[in-house]
């Protein structure tokens, strides 16, 4: 089994709807991010948590929010969803400690476009 | 945003050949993280360098974190056609109390002939 999993893998949308991409982890990991990724602009942070009740701002948080509802479990919702929200998002995860603490491990990606 | 410069952009190649690709930056980092990204799916960490020096092999792959602190380089051996991706160096710019969000190169795209 996959240890960080992002569902749904692909979602088509209109403008305007509401949209949550969620991630789970089975890895024990404190940290989560979430990322974006559009052709040519390599991997940027939207959000990021180090623990249930820490949230952080990443460089393109503007029209995003998240919810860590729990240890294992961080959710990425689109309020209002525009076209240029289209790409690939993933999810992924670093554990606290340890020389290894900046290893992120990343999820499968959701394709997600707007209409 | 900050950005760490990768080159080359892409490359294609030929089965069998060696490969070489490179990360710099203007900032000192004190981890530097080598990435591959398969299509359509989420980039599966390949090799971490932690220390200035240092030079880390798997399987066909070597990495080594350069002297300066401010590069690293990744080498690929005897390519075969399921090395075809993307390749991305990443890690923490060394500043005290804020090794927690990683910079990101924009990637080395890999095409390799059969």
């Known amino acids: 089994d996959a240890d960080v999993t992002q569902t749904p893998r692909n979602r088509i949308t209109k403008t305007g709807k509401r949209i949550m991409l969620e991630c789970s982890q089975t890895?024990?990991?404190?940290?989560m991010y979430w990322y974006r990724q559009d052709p040519g602009l390599g991997l940027r942070l939207i959000y990021y948590?180090?623990?249930?009740?820490?949230?952080n701002k990443g460089e393109i948080s503007d029209g995003y929010s998240v919810s860590r509802q729990a240890q294992a479990k961080f959710s990425l919702s689109l309020e209002s969803a525009i076209p240029n929200q289209t790409a690939l998002y993933f999810c992924?995860?670093?554990?606290?400690?340890?020389?290894?603490?900046?290893?992120?491990?990343f999820g499968p990606g959701t394709r997600l476009t707007v209409l | 945003g900050q950005q760490l410069n990768q080159s080359p952009q892409s490359m294609f190649i030929q089965e069998g050949e060696d490969v070489s690709m490179n990360c710099t930056s203007s900032?000192?980092?004190?981890?530097w993280l080598w990435y591959k990204q398969d299509p359509g799916e989420g980039p599966v960490l390949l090799i971490a360098?932690?220390?200035a020096g240092e030079l880390t092999s798997n399987g066909r792959l070597t990495a080594q974190f350069g002297i300066t602190r401010k590069d690293s380089f990744l080498n690929i051996s005897a390519s075969i056609p399921s090395d075809v991706g993307i390749y991305f160096c990443?890690?923490?710019?060394?500043?005290?109390?804020?090794?927690?969000?990683?910079?990101w190169g924009l990637g080395t795209s890999l095409a390799v002939n059969p």
């Open positions: 360098l932690y220390k």
């Open positions: 890895k024990g990991h404190d940290r």
């Open positions: 992924a995860t670093s554990d606290f400690g340890g020389s290894s603490y900046n290893e992120q491990f």
């Open positions: 900032s000192i980092f004190n981890t």
């Open positions: 948590s180090f623990d249930v009740k820490d949230i």
């Open positions: 990443a890690g923490p710019p060394f500043r005290a109390g804020n090794n927690r969000k990683l910079i």
